[in-house]
C-alpha cells in the first residue's frame, strides 16, 4: 500500500528552480532515507509535502489523496507528521507541556500514543518532563520535537536530519527509536546526510542532486555501485 507519492513534482523558491520533476514513493511501514549533498533539495521535499512551500507543478498524494495545495495544518490533521530540523520547541514551555501541543485525536489505523508510551520510547524525556524546553540538551530538544509529533497519532512521520548536532550516543538512541517506530507500523520518511545513520535505519534509499531523482532503491544495490555515491554523496 501506498502511503506517500510525489509525481513530477516542481517547487521553486522566487525564479530559483529548487524541485526538479521529483518522483518519491513511500510504502507502508516503509522507512525510506533521502539522501543528498546541502542544497540538493531534502528539505523542500519535505516542505512541498506538508504543503508548506507548495508545488507549481506535479502532485502530492497522501494515503490516495491528492493533497496538492492543502493547507499545511490539514495536510497534518490527516495523520501526516513532520520533524523540522530546527525542531521549534516551545522553550518557555515543560516536556509535558509541548506534549500536550501536539495532541490529535485517535486516528483509524494510527498507533494512539500516550504519555506512557512516548516516556518508555524516550526515558530522557520521562526524567525531565518538568523542564522546560530551554534546560534540554540538543538531542533531549530532537527527541522532544519528534514525541510531540508522535502525539498527534501520525500515519506517516517526515524526520528532517534527525542525527545532524546531537551527541553519537544520542544518535545510537535516535536510530533505535526509529526502527521502534517501525516495529509500531509507522511509515517514516528521513532525510539524511549521514549514510551510516541513514543504512542502520532505513529500508530504501532515493538521492537528489538539484531537486532531481538520481536514485531509487536499496542500500544493498547502492554500496554494489559506489560510483553512484561517490558522485551525488561524497564531498
Known amino acids: 500500500m501506498q502511503v506517500l507519492e510525489l509525481n513530477e513534482v516542481n517547487c521553486f523558491y522566487g525564479k530559483a528552480h529548487v524541485l526538479n520533476s521529483l518522483d518519491l514513493t513511500v510504502e507502508h511501514s516503509q522507512i525510506v532515507s533521502l539522501l543528498g549533498r546541502n542544497g540538493a533539495g531534502k528539505t523542500t521535499t519535505m516542505k512541498a509535502i506538508m504543503q508548506m512551500v507548495p508545488p507549481k507543478t506535479g502532485r502530492v498524494q497522501f494515503l490516495g489523496e ?3 495545495g492543502f ?3 490539514k495536510v497534518a490533521k490527516m495523520g501526516l507528521g513532520y520533524v523540522p530540523e530546527d525542531r521549534r520547541i516551545f522553550t518557555d514551555l515543560t516536556v509535558l507541556e509541548n506534549l500536550e501541543v501536539g495532541r490529535q485525536r485517535t486516528r483509524e ?3 494512539t500514543w500516550t504519555l506512557d508510551m ?3 520510547l524516550f526515558p530522557n524525556l520521562a526524567e525531565r518532563r518538568h523542564n522546560r524546553g530551554r534546560e534540554l540538551s540538543g538531542g533531549e530538544q530532537q527527541m522532544l520535537t519528534i514525541a510531540r509529533t508522535l502525539m498527534g ?3 506517516l512521520i517526515l524526520l528532517d536530519e534527525p542525527s545532524e548536532g546531537i551527541a553519537p550516543l544520542l ?4 536510530a533505535r527509536i526509529i526502527l521502534l517506530l517501525k516495529k509500531e507500523g509507522l511509515t517514516v520518511l528521513i532525510s539524511e546526510q549521514n549514510l551510516h545513520f541513514a543504512q542502520i535505519v532505513a ?3 532515493v ?3 538539484s531537486g532531481t531523482e538520481k536514485y531509487s532503491g536499496t542500500f544493498q544495490d547502492l554500496n554494489a555501485h559506489p560510483e553512484i555515491r561517490d558522485a551525488y554523496l561524497t564531498v
Open 66 to 68: 491528492d493533497i496538492t
Open 118 to 120: 512516548l516516556f518508555d
Open 109 to 111: 489505523g494510527a498507533v
Open 207 to 209: 538521492i537528489i542532486e
Open 203 to 205: 529500508d530504501a534509499a
Open 153 to 155: 497519532n501520525p500515519r
Open 71 to 73: 493547507a499545511p495544518h
Open 171 to 174: 544518535v545510537e538512541q535516535m
